[in-house]
Nanobody
Framework: QVQLVESGGGLVQAGGSLRLSCAGS????????IGWFRQAPGKEREFVAI???????SYGESVKGRFTISRDNAKNTVYLQMNSLKPEDTAVYYC?????????WGQGTQVTVSS
């Protein structure tokens, strides 16, 4: 089992940047694919990015070229660097281990982008 804690959310102006962190527990953290998802009020949860255990990455279309996912297995942490933020990026951001399998989720962190 993996426990995840997100941090780094906050309020930022459009065009600004934030870096989210997802800290995990357990010695098997490095074996999991870790993804970021987001959910805005009244909308379905949306895939943002994923870092597979082998290091490959994938991104949702709406964030390609602006967001970068990375991981530091020594620190059991996955990061989401968010640049050129837009008001439509406002949402609660969640990280998840093995999101389409066992699906361990964090509690989420709020990101608000003002125009």
């Amino acid at each position: 089992q993996v426990q995840l804690v997100e941090s780094g959310g906050g309020l930022v102006q459009a065009g600004g940047s934030l870096r989210l962190s997802c800290a995990g527990s357990g010695r098997t953290f490095s074996t999991y694919a870790i993804g970021w998802f987001r959910q805005a009020p009244g909308k379905e949860r949306e895939f943002v990015a994923i870092n597979w255990s082998g290091g490959h990455t994938s991104y949702g279309e709406s964030v390609k070229g602006r967001f970068t996912i990375s991981r530091d297995n020594a620190k059991n942490t996955v990061y989401l660097q968010m640049n050129s933020l837009k008001p439509e990026d406002t949402a609660v951001y969640y990280c998840a281990a093995d999101p389409w399998g066992r699906a361990y989720w964090g509690q989420g962190t709020q990101v608000t982008v003002s125009s």
